[in-house]
Structure formats: structure tokens, C-alpha cells
């Protein structure tokens, strides 16, 4: 499990990832929302790649940020939500409009910033109320995040019950999830900064994480300090997810679905895992953005349907069976 593997060996991986990925991109760039196929003028391409562009990095930083979970809670029910990274985004994206003065605006603070700010303020108290003497335990971790999630959405209701004339309805894509286009060039550019540099950092633990699935005193004999790989790799994937999140609302099963459709390609090696789940998770978000427009057309639904409807319509059978088949295990 921990043979040494060839930096060629990655960047092969790596490739084809990234080739089976751009053909599913180049495929949807097709796909409008008139119903037309083919490929777009040059006045509707700009926005059209910015879709593909933005459902892309989303959907990249969601699949990768699952495997992590997956791996380190040894669960393979886990997704990047758990831990209170959605609600806590929902909520602080809501509070950025909360009173008639607008607390974004008063104190020039995008929504996104605002919603970025609420994931990892979620995040920080799961990890601050589940640690316990600088440990990390995968079912305390999981107890804490559920509680936490609970607690913010909880939340989300009492001030929406508070104040129901809210200065326009924007907090809604943060229940949903969907591809946002009212973002700045800046905010764009700041979330693929974070989930680039995180999702690096994340690859070079791969080989670890092949061994975090394992009992803690066999990671340990195997030399791997398994608590500090424990805090590292959680705190890198929550980063990735809340800054995937800020930018998109809390786009459903994407960090679920993705690293068990590459395990029956891969197989369980994280080292293979990581990338091809990452470029899974890109597809995936790019396709279901691209069925949104098409059903968008005036030949189906003609109307735009949130890219988080679809991937919850696509998971929510997908988590059942897993789910079924995890009970069939144990039984």
C-alpha cells in the first residue's frame, strides 16, 4: 500500500484526469440555453466559459475535498458538508443583508466574503469543541459537525423569522447551490487561488491517506503520525470547501458521488484517488450545469433550475444505495 510511486506515474494520472475532463468541458461549451447545439458565438462564448469555468473549479474542489473526508472519517458516507461548512456559509451569506442598514454593504464586505467567513467559523467550532487534548477522533468529529449544522441552520430560520422583508432574495442561492454570475473577477480568481494551493498540499498526503483508513496504532506503526495527519488534512479540505461554498452555496452530493464513481475506475489508491475524483467532480458539475441551460429551452422546462436541484436528484438515490449496500455489509 505505501510503495514508493513514480512522480511520472502522478503526472500520467494527472493528464488523463485533466483530458477527460477538458473533453466533458469542451462537450457542454456546445449545450445553450435556446436549446441549440454547437459551438457559441463569440458574444455568448465569454459567458459560457465562464460557467464551465466556474462549475469546474466548484465541482473540482467538492469532489477532492470528499476524498479527504471519506478517507480521514473512515466513512464512506462522509461528504465536505458534514463538518457545518454549508450552513455556516448559508448563514453568514444571509446576516451580509440582515437589517435595513445591510451589514455587507455598511462595512464593505461582499456576500461571498461574508459566506466564506460563516464556513470557516463553522468549521473552526467543530474543531475547537472536538478536539480534546490536541487529538481529533473521526466519530466525535462527525457527532460535533451534525450538532453544529443543526444549530446553524436553526439560526438561518430565526432571523428569517425575524425579519421577513429582506432587501431582495440573493441568501437563496446559499440554500440551493447553483453557478452564480453576479461574481467579481476578483472573487473568482481568490477562490481558485485557495483551492489550488490547497488541493496541492492535499495531493502531496495522498500516500498517507491510504494509510488513515487503517486502525490508529497500524498507522502508527507504519510511521505515520496519524493525529497531526488527522488536523492537516481536515483543515486543508474544510478550506477547500468553504472557499468552493462561498462562491456557489451548498451545491448537494457532488463531495459523495464523485470518490465512489473513481474508486470503481481506480480502485482505492488515494494517490489515484485524489486526481481522478477531482476531475470527476469537475464533469460532473459541468455536465449538470450544462443539462440546467438545456432544460432551460423553450423545447423542456424553460426555466433554470439551480445546478444544486440536479446533483441532490442525482445523490439523493445514489446515497440510499450506498446506504443499503453498507447495511448489506453488516448484516
Known sequence: MNKRWSALRLLVTIALSVLAWALVAALCMTIGSTGSIGWPAQEIF???IENVALASLIGAALGA?????????RNPLADPYLLGVSTGASLGAYIWQF????????????????????????????????????RLEPLTL?????IVNAVNASLYLLLNAIHRDMPGNSSIAFLIGGI????????????AIL??????????????????ILSEGEAISLG??????RWVAMLLSSLMTASAVAISGPIGFVGLVCPHLSRLIVGHDHRRLFPV???MGAALLTLADAASRLLASPKYAQTYLPVGVLTGLLGGPFFLLLLWQSRRQLS
Do not use: D
Request: aromatic share 8%; hydrophobic share 60%; charged share 5%.
Open 46 to 48: 465569454r459567458f459560457r
Open 65 to 73: 475535498a470528499g476524498v479527504v473526508y471519506q478517507a480521514i472519517l
Open 99 to 134: 437589517t435595513p442598514l445591510s451589514v455587507g454593504f455598511l462595512i464593505g464586505v461582499s456576500q461571498q466574503g461574508f459566506a466564506f467567513a460563516g464556513a470557516i467559523a463553522a468549521v473552526t467550532i467543530v474543531f475547537a469543541l472536538a478536539g480534546f487534548r490536541g
Open 142 to 146: 462527525l457527532l460535533v459537525g451534525v
Open 180 to 191: 452564480q454570475t453576479n461574481l467579481k473577477v476578483g472573487q473568482m480568481v481568490t477562490a
Open 195 to 212: 483551492i489550488g494551493v490547497m488541493w496541492i498540499v492535499c495531493l502531496s498526503l495522498t500516500g498517507q491517506l491510504n494509510v488513515a
Open 224 to 229: 505515520v503520525r496519524i493525529n497531526r495527519l
Open 277 to 279: 475524483a477531482t476531475a
